[in-house]
Structures are given as structure tokens and as C-alpha cells.
């Protein structure tokens, strides 16, 4: 089979699993492994292919992103209600430059509900490890929310069975939607996750292909998008060491646009503050990366 055959099946694939209510496409298509979820902590992996790798094998900064946030997620959702809506409100990965190679697995810790709050803001912490040992860990918060009017949020399922094969003449003018942007990406040079979710330009098509169940861009993918953006603003041999993003707005929009500026660049460290804007040029996201010198 080749690489094309490969990811073309493996967005059917994710699209015949994103029939069933509760996961998203990007985690249907990434195929997101819930090895166990707690109300103290989680376990969560994500297996490496075309779909999802660079050239040199690395599994994508987005999809590691997405990873990390489905696991600080996780065990704030196993202490509420199966179905419950949760808002990325923080987001910190701070990296080991161990290559992101291999199995991903993000172990999720939950640190409790902030006191005093009006809503439900719920704090974990994460590790995520690969072939080469820790990749990276961070903290993020999450507020509860209740879903948007008309909307019906269901648990996510922690063990999908092997969805049946689609025909492409039976998908829905949504799913096409998802195949042609699909097909689109692999018409380009380049790496497929770069061009279907587009992290690298700076511009991200908004969709079912990259969006939640509610319709906004989904979060681990902003901030893969943001880091790409970062990493441009620099010349060529640094190395992303953290990232923390404060999510401002929901990720609404036909397009949504990032924005970088170099705060500090010095011999050997850097900052980057990235704006990540969606519909009315409204603010979505906010980020301040640092980085430093390769050798």
C-alpha cells in the first residue's frame, strides 16, 4: 500500500469512527488511545504513521499538542459528568528535546478545582514520553462549561471497535468536506498533517477536519500552530523549550490566522510572543514561547 493509500484510508477510517457521538475528527484521525482514564489520573497514547509524522519519522507538534491536551484533560472530565464541555483556559509544555518518536503516551494527573471560583476550573498536570523517554511535560486548566444552545454533547468512548469500511459515494457533503481537504493536502509538497491542518503558514482552514463537536478549532492544534509560527519568526537552528498559551476566545471562523513577533533573541535563548486571531479579527489565543540555540 502506498503512503497515499495509507493516509486516504486513515481518513475514511476517522471519519466512519466520527459517526459514533462524543471524540472528534482529530482524534478519531490520530486514533486516540484512552488506555485508562480516572478521576485521580489517566493514561492516554497515540501511535505514529503518515497521517501524523514529518519527514525525519517525528510525530507532528500538533498532534503531540493534541495529545498533551487530551491528557490534561482526561482526569478533570472523569470528575465531572461522562458528557461534561470543557474550555481549554491554559496551556504549558515545557519540552526535554527528546525526539517525539514512537508510541506517545500522556499521563494526566488531576490537581483539583480551583477554590472560590464562579465555575468549575479544573487543573492537571501531564507527561508525555515516547521511544526516547520523556518528550515533554506541562499543567493546563479547564473550565467546565455547558454546551452551546442545540447542542447535545455525549461522553467520549474510551474503546471505539473497527468501524466498518466507507464508500466514498456514501459520505455525507460534511465528510466530503473532510475528504477534500484531505485530498487537497496530499496534492501538496510537503508533510500531510502540515497541509491538512496548515500549522506551519500560519493559517488554519477551519472545519470538522480540525474542529471539536461544537465547530471551533480544536485547542492542541492551535497551539501546534502557534509553535510553527514561533519557530518562523527565528532563523533556522533554534529549538522550541516552552510554550504557554492562555486561550482567550473560541477558535471561530471559516479561517483562523497566527501572528508572531520576536520578543528577545539572544546568543543562546529567545522569546516569541504569537497571536492567534479568528472571525472580526477577534483574539483567540495568546502565546509566549522560548527557545534555544542548537548546536
Not at 194 to 218: D, K, S
Amino acid at each position: 500500500m502506498s503512503k497515499r493509500e495509507a493516509i486516504r484510508r486513515r481518513v475514511l477510517r476517522g471519519i466512519a469512527l466520527n459517526r459514533t457521538p462524543g471524540l472528534h475528527f482529530p482524534g478519531n484521525l490520530l486514533d486516540i488511545g484512552f488506555d485508562r482514564v480516572a478521576p485521580e489520573r489517566s493514561s492516554l497514547s497515540l501511535g505514529p504513521g503518515p497521517w501524523c509524522t514529518r519527514a525525519n519519522g517525528e510525530v507532528h507538534l500538533a498532534a503531540l499538542a493534541l495529545l498533551a491536551d487530551f491528557g490534561l484533560a482526561a482526569p478533570i472530565r472523569a470528575n465531572l459528568s461522562p458528557e461534561a464541555r470543557l474550555a481549554t483556559v491554559s496551556f504549558h509544555l515545557q519540552f526535554t528535546g527528546a525526539p517525539i518518536r514512537g508510541r506517545l503516551r500522556a499521563d494526566g494527573e488531576f490537581r483539583g478545582f480551583l477554590r472560590e471560583g464562579a465555575g468549575r476550573l479544573g487543573m492537571s498536570r501531564v507527561s508525555v514520553t515516547g521511544k526516547d523517554g520523556l518528550v515533554c511535560f506541562g499543567t493546563g486548566t479547564f473550565m467546565a462549561l455547558a454546551p452551546p444552545p442545540g447542542v447535545n454533547l455525549h461522553p467520549v468512548p474510551r474503546r471505539r471497535p473497527e468501524p466498518a469500511k466507507l464508500k466514498e459515494e456514501d459520505l455525507s457533503p460534511d465528510e466530503r468536506k473532510i475528504l477534500a481537504q484531505a485530498d487537497a493536502a496530499l496534492a501538496k509538497r510537503g508533510n500531510f498533517i502540515e497541509n491538512f491542518w496548515g500549522p506551519t503558514r500560519g493559517v488554519l482552514i477551519n472545519g470538522l477536519h480540525a474542529g471539536n463537536r461544537v465547530g471551533h478549532a480544536q485547542g492542541g492544534i492551535q497551539l501546534g500552530m502557534a509553535a510553527a509560527t514561533a519557530a518562523s519568526a527565528l532563523p533556522p537552528g533554534w529549538l522550541l523549550s516552552s510554550i504557554t498559551a492562555g486561550y482567550l476566545s473560541p477558535g471561530e471562523g471559516r479561517v483562523l490566522r497566527a501572528s508572531s513577533s520576536v520578543v528577545h533573541q539572544g546568543g543562546t535563548t529567545a522569546v516569541v510572543r504569537t497571536q492567534i486571531t479568528g472571525k472580526g479579527h477577534r483574539r483567540v489565543l495568546e502565546v509566549l514561547s522560548t527557545h534555544v540555540k542548537g548546536r
